[in-house]
């Protein structure tokens, strides 16, 4: 019963460096997010997929991009990584279309940029 | 979007009942009240939610006040395993194109003494 799947879990990043993180569900949902949470905080939204073959700008799109591979997957990717970006990254998924079904989320990528 | 303030933190005795508040005053009359915890290195997971009524469901019971400017997360038999982040959210129950976006806060961290 994996549910969403996040790859990988931990990750070290120079300044500079590219990085993509990978995220897949297996509950056939329509809808995908990307979050991040820093220390103390709450989450916010990066970006989101409404369905397959669409994506928008959350609240912190600035320095990420977006693929929604097929109805899957939906990855995020770091161009140039900074060290403003050290945060934990958390996928989601949710069926979409239906009011008020829950998100359900993976447990997370800890990504540090040194 | 309309708010919700929380408790920074609570205590409770294993055991026995906890009750998370939440108060959103300037609530919508579409507006939902979701609640999601977050255990230590895990993402969010739903726990419940609810418009006007009362609800149970096997991880706990929403009470809802009358005017809906506030609610009560109850949990019934607090274990060590309910040791969390709880998030309190407003979400609109308009029309659902898939493109629902959670605002999270900082939410109540809940402490549970042995």
């Known amino acids: 019963n994996a549910g969403v799947t996040q790859t990988p879990k931990f990750q070290v990043l120079k300044t500079g460096q590219s990085m993509t993180l990978q995220c897949a569900q297996d509950?056939?949902?329509?809808?995908m997010y990307w979050y991040r949470q820093d220390p103390g905080m709450g989450l916010r939204l990066i970006y989101y997929s409404a369905s397959e073959g669409t994506t928008d700008k959350g609240e912190v799109p600035n320095g990420y991009n977006v693929s929604r591979l097929n109805k899957r997957e939906f990855s995020l990717r770091l161009e140039s990584a900074a060290p403003s970006q050290t945060s934990v990254y958390f996928c989601?998924?949710?069926?979409?279309?239906?009011?008020?079904?829950?998100?359900?989320f993976g447990d997370g990528t800890r990504l540090s940029i040194l | 979007d309309a708010k919700t303030t929380q408790p920074n933190s609570m205590e409770s005795n294993e055991e026995e009942p906890v009750h998370l508040p939440c108060n959103h005053s300037?609530?919508?009359?579409?507006?939902?009240i979701h609640w999601y915890r977050q255990l230590p290195s895990q993402g969010p997971e739903y726990v419940i939610h609810?418009?006007?009524s009362n609800v149970n469901n096997r991880m706990a019971s929403l009470a809802i006040a009358e005017d809906r400017k506030s609610s009560t997360l109850i949990l019934h038999r607090a274990t060590l395993r309910d040791a969390a982040v709880y998030y309190c959210?407003?979400?609109?129950?308009?029309?659902?194109?898939?493109?629902?976006?959670?605002?999270f806060g900082t939410g109540t961290r809940l402490t549970i003494i042995p």
């Open positions: 300037t609530i919508s009359g579409t507006d939902y």
């Open positions: 609810g418009l006007t």
């Open positions: 959210i407003l979400r609109d129950s308009g029309v659902d194109f898939g493109n629902e976006k959670l605002t």
């Open positions: 509950m056939n949902h329509n809808s």
């Open positions: 989601a998924s949710r069926i979409g279309r239906v009011s008020n079904q829950p998100q359900h």
